[in-house]
């Protein structure tokens, strides 16, 4: 049986010691004061499955999903009985041209497994603090 994907989220920082992760500023929307421009951050992809050796990809995909702005083709894990669990870390600059859903396409040992949106929006008079 194949992994299955158990999480996927945008976070500001990861932390990881002892086993655990501790995940700082999650979020799903990004707040730019103008376009171009570029956001740091961390995405992290869980799996869960019996075992094996098995890899997944990430492209960042324009709002028309037409063209892709970044791929990470392949990152390798390892899940067994007794780790049956595995969190990957990629940090990346997000390129944004505009306001938007941008997508991130995910793929499991070359097959797609799935689309997750990212918003950018831009805020009102290029502050970077969103509006109360």
Do not use: Q
């Not at 086993?19 to 730019?32: D, P, Q, S, T």
């Not at 869960?48 to 990430?58: K, M, P, Q, R, T």
């Not at 870390?89 to 390129?95: A, C, G, T």
């Amino acid at each position: 049986m194949p992994p299955v994907l158990c999480n996927f989220l945008f976070c500001n920082k990861v932390e990881a010691g002892e086993g655990k992760y501790n995940l700082e500023g999650i979020f799903y929307r990004v707040h730019a004061a103008g376009y171009p421009c570029r956001h740091r951050c961390c995405v992290v992809v869980g799996w869960c499955g019996d075992g094996g050796i098995h890899s997944f990809g990430l492209r960042f995909l324009t709002p028309d999903k037409r063209r892709a702005l970044f791929e990470v083709p392949s990152y390798p894990f390892r899940l067994t009985p007794s780790y049956p669990y595995f969190n990957g870390v990629v940090e990346v600059v997000l390129p944004l041209d505009g306001e938007g859903v941008y997508w991130f396409e995910v793929t499991l040992n070359g097959e797609p497994c799935g689309f997750f949106p990212i918003h950018a929006e831009t805020l009102p008079g290029g502050s970077l603090h969103p509006p109360a």
